[in-house]
């Protein structure tokens, strides 16, 4: 069975750090994009950040210079590092994938369960 297992989340103040990761679990041939998406209560879901198997990254302008996305394609694993953090940067934090190839086919569109990261002001 895959999975996505993020770890990290937790409660800082404003301008301080943290980090999550993601790690794909299962028999994983081959992983496509990796991303990060939010969701803050009341808003919609968005993109955060993604990086391609080859470490091509984009960001959202809204955390451009203060969020850096990074994978270990051995370890399965995608991490965002997020410093400065703001209060606006509340929200639960999902680990996306659009494509992976698995030892039963090909699964598309793996969400992880979600981690929760508060910053206070």
């Known amino acids: 069975q895959v999975q996505l297992v993020e770890s990290g989340g937790g409660l800082v103040q404003a301008g301080e750090s943290l980090s999550l990761s993601c790690k794909a679990s299962?028999?994983?041939?081959?992983?496509?994009?990796m991303s990060w998406y939010r969701q803050a209560p009341g808003k919609q879901r968005e993109l955060v950040a993604s990086?391609?198997?080859?470490?091509?990254?984009r960001y959202a302008d809204s955390v451009e210079g203060r969020f850096t996305i990074s994978r270990d394609n051995d370890k399965k694993t995608v991490y965002l590092q997020m410093s400065s953090l703001k209060p606006e940067d509340t929200a639960v934090y999902y680990c996306?994938?659009?494509?992976?190839?698995?030892?039963?086919?090909?699964?598309?569109?793996?969400w992880g369960q979600g981690t929760q990261v508060t910053v206070s002001s």
């Open positions: 990086i391609t198997s080859s470490g091509s990254a």
């Open positions: 996306y994938v659009d494509r992976l190839t698995a030892s039963r086919g090909p699964h598309y569109d793996t």
């Open positions: 299962g028999i994983i041939f081959t992983i496509g994009v």
